[in-house]
């Protein structure tokens, strides 16, 4: 589901085996090796022109090399698989903006496959604290900052509710 991390020669597995591949996109990996398309103060950077790109790799300690080869092995990549799935209509369209010549695939995780449940309205109870739930990593790109903002400012003004993170 990912390859971050793996190394360069597992691109080449498909071709010595002669077999056909399927790419599943998660994040924005191929168009950006930050991954989530921030800068270094954690938000959106706005998708900048390639000179721009540049600057921001050249302040990342781990990354080198320009964002035009790094589009360009990924294009290789994904041009040569089967079929290139993204998780939302949101990302096909995104990424068609790099690579237009790619045929995305929308396909939601498994995880999140079928409609989605819209919550219920819930009555209000008195009687016990409300309870915040919150599922999976938190960073500060996923929220993290303001759930820790929001349960800061309850406690801080005596509000009965709970935050929770599993």
């Not at 077999?19 to 990996?29: M, R």
């Not at 103060?41 to 302040?59: F, H, I, V």
Request: contains cysteine; hydrophobic residues 40%.
């Amino acid at each position: 589901h990912h390859w971050l991390g793996l190394p360069d020669d597992i691109w080449k597995l498909p071709g010595l085996c002669n077999v056909p591949y399927d790419v599943s996109i998660h994040d924005y990996h191929t168009i950006c090796p930050r991954i989530n398309l921030v800068n270094r103060t954690g938000q959106y950077c706005g998708e900048p022109d390639e000179p721009s790109c540049n600057e921001c790799l050249a302040k990342m300690p781990r990354i080198s090399g320009d964002i035009t080869a790094w589009r360009k092995k990924w294009h290789k990549r994904l041009s040569s698989a089967a079929r290139v799935l993204t998780p939302s209509r949101d990302a096909a369209i995104r990424l068609r903006r790099y690579f237009p010549d790619i045929a995305f695939i929308v396909a939601p995780h498994p995880d999140i496959a079928g409609p989605l449940m819209q919550p219920a309205p819930m009555a209000k109870r008195l009687d016990r604290p409300f309870t915040i739930l919150a599922i999976g990593a938190l960073s500060k790109i996923k929220g993290g900052a303001l759930i820790e903002a929001c349960a800061l400012d309850a406690a801080k003004r005596g509000l009965p509710i709970r935050f929770h993170l599993i």
